[in-house]
């Protein structure tokens, strides 16, 4: 079944402005199905599609948001909210409190451990490397061993620069 095209308002001129001017590839590719329908380069959905390489449905879509909200609707795009942090706003607060600690955590294994008994979260190795990390900025506070040539005396000698006389 045909569907007539809505009427687009914005010039061509506008369109192309606007085109030119976004850095979003999403939105550059609906301003562009915009513009060659503004213009008069394609004269439907199919040619749109076929110029643009999407599918027809997608064109379809791009024009009934046109149609319910204008230029705003057609460059609103939604992303999927994603999953919900297993750990709360106070378990994280209280783990980034103890994080900061100077003797703290002694590797992610025992915060991963913490968070399991006394907090009932069961996250993986990689999920409280990267919350650590990334996200609190921390990281674990083990002691690391030095080599014993690093405190002897002769290696405080050794980094004093000499003078040549000449």
């Known amino acids: 079944m045909y569907k007539v095209l809505p ?4 010039s061509a001129d506008a369109l192309q402005h606007r085109f030119k001017a976004e850095k979003d590839p999403q939105k550059r590719q609906r301003l562009q199905a915009f513009y060659l329908l503004a213009s008069g380069q394609a004269t439907s959905r199919l040619a749109v599609a076929e ?8 064109v379809r ?5 046109y149609e319910e909200g204008g230029l705003r609707a057609l460059l609103t ?3 999927a909210p994603g999953r919900r942090s297993a750990l709360t706003p106070a378990v994280l607060a209280e783990l980034q409190t103890r994080v900061h600690q100077p003797h703290g955590f002694g590797s992610y294994r025992e915060i991963q451990q913490y968070l399991a008994t006394a907090h009932s979260v069961h996250l993986a ?3 409280v490397h990267g919350v650590v990390r990334y996200q609190l900025q921390a990281k674990p506070k ?11 005396p002769r290696s405080s000698s050794f980094n004093t620069p000499s003078r040549r006389s000449s």
Request: aromatic residues 6%; positive net charge; hydrophobic residues 35%.
């Open 125 to 127: 190795y990689s999920t």
């Open 142 to 152: 083990a002691p690391r061993r030095s080599h014993p040539k690093k405190t002897s």
């Open 51 to 58: 110029l643009l390489a999407v599918h027809r449905h997608t």
């Open 7 to 10: 009427t687009i308002t914005e």
């Open 61 to 65: 879509a791009w024009l009934a948001a």
């Open 77 to 79: 795009i939604k992303k």
